[in-house]
């Protein structure tokens, strides 16, 4: 059982148009991260969110984590095909401690 | 920023040979390490944590003995798997934390492939 569900799991759109990616959990999580992975390499931070209701933005990426802290979401503006790859949202619950990954979502955004 | 270097980044061995992966954090110690394994077009699934100068913590399901995981100093956690077979091909990820608002960071992955 997949602790956090990620959707959808993958996704292929236009440049130009807007998607937004979910992660949700019945479990609270103290962070929740977004990764970018691209083939043969490993996840790159995009972002760490901590307190419930946080929005944060970087550049065309809006992240939100919910209230109660069990659920996020990514939302890209105008993708563009450079955002295309593996996107993963990862929990957590003490700094240092261990993450719990989501699915992933597959994202590929055709010029 | 944080970085962790990991080597190699590809790997052919027979089935029945050993295989050392390497994982370093090369501008900060890491008390913790942790290996993840990825199959192609999934997400990453953590086999252990390593701990430095103890042993290591192994999820649920994966064979100690098989996957040995040495992590002797801050900077250096190894995981060697032992006997490989080609069932074990796969992508192997490591991270660690630097100790800065959460984030973790990954080493490059190692794509291994037993023939």
């Known amino acids: 059982t997949q602790l956090l569900e990620q959707s959808p799991q993958f996704l292929s759109i236009q440049e130009g148009e807007n998607l937004t990616v979910y992660c949700n959990s019945s479990?609270?999580?103290?962070?929740l991260q977004w990764y970018r992975q691209e083939p043969g390499e490993g996840p790159v931070l995009l972002v760490t969110?901590?307190?419930?209701?946080e929005v944060k933005k970087l550049k065309r990426l809006t992240f939100q984590f919910g209230d109660a802290r069990k659920d996020s979401s990514l939302h890209i503006t105008a993708a563009q095909p450079g955002d295309t790859g593996l996107y993963l949202c990862?929990?957590?619950?003490?700094?240092?401690?261990?993450?719990?990954f989501g699915g992933g979502t597959r994202l590929m955004v055709k010029p | 920023g944080a970085v962790v270097s990991q080597h190699p980044s590809r790997v052919i061995c027979k089935s029945g040979t050993s295989v050392k992966i390497e994982c370093r954090s090369l501008?900060?110690?890491?008390?913790?390490m942790f290996w993840y394994r990825q199959f192609p077009k999934q997400s990453l699934m953590l086999m252990a944590t390593?701990?430095?100068?103890?042993?290591?913590?192994?999820e649920q399901g994966v064979e100690k003995d098989k996957f040995l995981i040495n992590h002797a100093s801050l900077t250096l956690s190894t995981l060697t798997v032992t006997s490989a077979h080609p069932e074990d091909s796969s992508f192997y990820i490591c991270?660690?934390?630097?100790?800065?608002?959460?984030?973790?960071?990954f080493g490059s992955g190692t794509r291994l492939t037993v023939v």
């Open positions: 969110v901590v307190t419930g209701g």
């Open positions: 479990s609270v999580f103290s962070s």
């Open positions: 390593s701990n430095e100068g103890s042993k290591a913590t192994y």
């Open positions: 501008d900060f110690q890491a008390t913790t």
């Open positions: 990862a929990g957590g619950r003490r700094a240092g401690n261990m993450l719990t």
């Open positions: 991270s660690a934390n630097p100790g800065t608002d959460y984030g973790y960071t």
